[in-house]
């Protein structure tokens, strides 16, 4: 049954806990100070019933050990059995059954937490809020992992459908010997299906790196005009396939500093083609310039911009600015860049409204003291 509590500033039940204890007026008492805490709570009395309520599947089974049909150790050990109601998190309380062997016993069972009185209410409330938190945490790493297993499945079996198809058309015009220039359209389209299961792979091996603490700069001088100058040659073909106009404000003298050529090139090469991908098809404009004792990138579109409760998010693992299918990534490229820029002592920001455009921008220090 559900045990209703007073009126308090709760607006929503925080977590459901399931209350077993075959003593009475400890049940109420420990359900009254869950009720007060905001939690919707559930009550049962024996073991036969907690696995019966179990399967309303609460947040928390608050087990006691020491009861009249079946003890608290053989209702965790059914708990776990069942797939139904193996997931859930258990916390022995017991009054009875405090000594090191009972504590071992019901780990060993399969429970989450054992916990004996006396135990103040704060405490207790502290233990039992503690231990939802790790749960909570554990189920948002898991949402982030099926997500982002979702889109990378997406993602890789785009330009894998494609590969396959085009390889298909390579291998039917070679054996009727066509004409070598169709020959040639068909191979380079498979390429460039390989160049995109490359860059997928490799920012997924990016992640993995930072994420272990591996990600390496292979520092030099890096003229920072000249990177951007001959990246936007390079994209100037795509640019044209947009029918977008790259607009370039560099100065007429080098920036130089000391960093990753690869990796610094990689992060303007992420902020240019996201630009080109949201740009909306108007003009894209790269620029460089040199602020007192920091070098200052900016990209400037004119697209379809980005909400201000997003422009934080983005710059996060698997978070991207849209969830169309335009996108056409695993929304790690701002986060991959966030980290390249840090690692080089700088930061990256935006400046951004929907239908009105954004400007990320990249400062990076000119003089670095810190060692990389």
Not at 96 to 110: C, K, M, N, P, Q
Not at 142 to 158: C, N, P
Request: hydrophobic share 40%; glycine share 6%; charged share 25%.
């Amino acid at each position: 049954m559900t045990t209703p509590g007073p009126n308090t500033q709760t607006a929503e039940p925080k977590a459901t806990v399931l209350n077993v204890n075959d003593h009475a007026a400890t049940r109420y008492m420990v359900s009254r100070m869950l009720s007060m805490a905001g939690y919707q709570v559930l009550e049962a009395s024996t073991g036969h019933e907690a696995l019966a309520i179990a399967a309303q599947k609460p947040d928390l089974v608050l087990l006691d050990v020491e009861m009249p049909d079946i003890d608290g150790y053989e209702v965790c050990r059914r708990l776990r059995k069942h797939e139904e109601t193996q997931g859930l998190l258990i916390a022995h309380l017991s009054a009875v059954s405090v000594t090191r062997e009972d504590r071992i016993r019901g780990l060993a069972y399969g429970a989450d937490a054992y916990w004996t009185t006396p135990l103040e209410e704060e405490e207790l409330l502290a233990n039992i809020e503690a231990l939802l938190r790790l749960q909570r945490r554990a189920q948002e790493a898991i949402r982030v992992r099926d997500d982002f297993l979702s889109v990378a499945a997406h993602e890789l079996k785009t330009p894998l459908t494609a590969l396959r198809l085009n390889l298909e058309r390579t291998l039917l015009l070679a054996q009727r010997a066509g004409p070598k220039v169709t020959l040639d359209n068909a191979l380079n389209a498979s390429l460039r299906q390989l160049s995109r299961l490359q860059q997928l792979l490799d920012a997924l091996l990016d992640v993995s790196r930072v994420s272990s603490r591996r990600l390496k700069l292979e520092v030099g001088t890096v003229d920072l005009v000249e990177l951007a100058r001959e990246l936007a040659q390079r994209l100037e073909p795509a640019a044209r396939v947009a029918e977008v106009e790259f607009r370039l404000e560099l100065p007429s003298e080098p920036i130089v500093l000391i960093g990753d050529r690869l990796r610094l090139e990689q992060v303007l090469n992420n902020l240019l083609t996201n630009a080109l991908k949201y740009g909306d098809g108007k003009p894209v404009c790269l620029r460089v310039e040199e602020r007192e004792d920091m070098a200052s990138i900016q990209v400037t579109d004119q697209g379809i911009g980005i909400a201000p409760a997003d422009q934080s998010r983005i710059f996060e693992r698997f978070e991207r600015a849209t969830t169309t299918e335009q996108s056409g990534s695993l929304g790690l490229g701002l986060y991959i860049a966030r980290e390249i820029v840090s690692a080089h002592g700088g930061t990256i920001t935006v400046d951004s409204h929907p239908g009105q455009g954004s400007t990320f921008q990249v400062l990076l220090p000119l003089r670095r003291t810190e060692p990389y």
